[in-house]
């Protein structure tokens, strides 16, 4: 008798969403309806967690920011802060780390700051930190942007239409 074939090992992955918390309440308008209008197509849609917005000095609102959305972040998840001193991934390596982390069960939890900034607390905690470029940005815009990059990384992954990769020459 022979031994069945061995089935190939599949990678072990999670299905859990990402989760985005974010400082602010993010208020009906184009903002809004760019975040909604990309969170709507991703599968799982993503979990948002709305942190208030602090009063007070610079460095007390990041603290008290800051303090807020360390104390929101889900249990096994995978800390990645939006920092302007990240690296810059382009779309196929942010797909391959969403990936990653997936296959590691441990989906992302996306950290974005307020007015001031995150708190070098929330950095030190992060264990992965990414920019969307050297420009800022606006923390209500970075949740549509990030929410595109997080559906066209779907799309790179299922080899959907949607992401035409551009290449010079």
Known sequence: MTAPAARPRRRRTTNRPATLLAVGRLKPGPERALFEHYAARLRPAPVVVEIPEARGSAAEVRRREGAALLAALPEGCTA???DLGGPMPDSEAFAALLERWAGAGR????LI????????AVLARSEHRISLGPMTWPHFLVRGMLAEQL???QAIRQNHPYHRAWRPG
């Open 113 to 120: 700051g307020g007015a001031e900034g995150l708190d070098p």
């Open 107 to 110: 989906p992302p939890a996306f």
């Open 80 to 82: 990645v802060a939006l």
């Open 151 to 153: 559906y066209r990384a």
